[in-house]
């Protein structure tokens, strides 16, 4: 029989009996049954927002049905062919990367297995705006793709060779011919908004998949840039007051 779902609450960090009645719960879903692992968690800052607790919550459960209905059809495919069933699995966590006025700014770690060599792993992100009360893209803040690569492109991509380098033990060379020694375009991967200062959004992020830069066996990368003039120039004019020019 599948195991129930557990719900795991963490406590707030600050103390007191008013402050743990007022704060909301960070939320933990598990659950696992002999055709699948699932693991799906969101922080207290999401969890009290409604409407974005209510928008994860569905996720959560698509994503568990979809898993379940996957896992249960390899799982009869592998009794009828009579070859080993490996356990699917799911892991997907939301974590808050800035909370600035109006805005709170979060990214996913997702990872998958299907029964193959090895699982994969990917990032996600996700706006909330408090004002409008809708999720957003964060690629949806800027005037296009291109105007938002145009602008940070020349620094991302000396940031990943750097990390790419440290990780290699060799300098990248860009016109090897090798596809993992070429840059890539920082918007076909996932981009987060941050803040250091907490006033406006100061920091942008580009999660690099593993594959997407490297092999495998290098796994991810996070490219972490400031907001500069030619950043803010591609910030669609409406969204220009939640951005700052990062302080030197």
Request: charged share 20%; aromatic share 10%.
């Amino acid at each position: 029989m599948p195991r129930p779902i557990v719900l795991a609450v963490a406590a707030p960090l600050a103390v007191g009996a008013a402050t743990l009645l007022a704060a909301p719960p960070a939320i933990s879903v598990k659950r696992e049954t002999p055709a699948y692992e699932f693991e799906y968690s969101y922080p207290a800052a999401a969890a009290a927002i409604p409407g974005l607790r209510t928008r994860l919550e569905a996720d959560r459960a698509r994503r568990l049905a979809r898993l379940a209905a996957d896992a249960r059809s390899a799982q009869a495919e592998a009794k009828k062919e009579g070859f080993p069933f490996h356990k699917y699995a799911w892991s997907q966590t939301w974590e808050v990367v800035a909370s600035p006025p109006g805005w709170l700014s979060l990214s996913a770690a997702y990872w998958n297995y299907t029964g193959g060599a090895h699982g994969m792993s990917w990032s996600g992100a996700m706006l909330w705006d408090r004002k409008a009360n809708v999720p957003r893209n964060p690629l949806d803040l800027f005037v296009s793709k291109a105007a938002l690569s145009a602008a940070i492109r020349t620094p991302f991509c000396n940031g990943l060779d750097r990390q790419r380098a440290e990780k290699r033990g060799q300098a990248v060379n860009r016109a090897s011919g090798d596809e993992f020694d070429k840059c890539i375009d920082p918007v076909t991967e996932t981009v987060i908004l941050g803040s250091r200062g907490g006033k406006a959004f100061d920091r942008i992020g580009i999660l690099v998949a593993p594959y997407s830069a490297g092999p495998y066996a290098e796994g991810s990368y996070e490219v972490t840039l400031p907001v500069t003039p030619a950043l803010l120039q591609a910030v669609k004019p409406q969204f220009r007051g939640a951005f700052v020019l990062a302080l030197r």
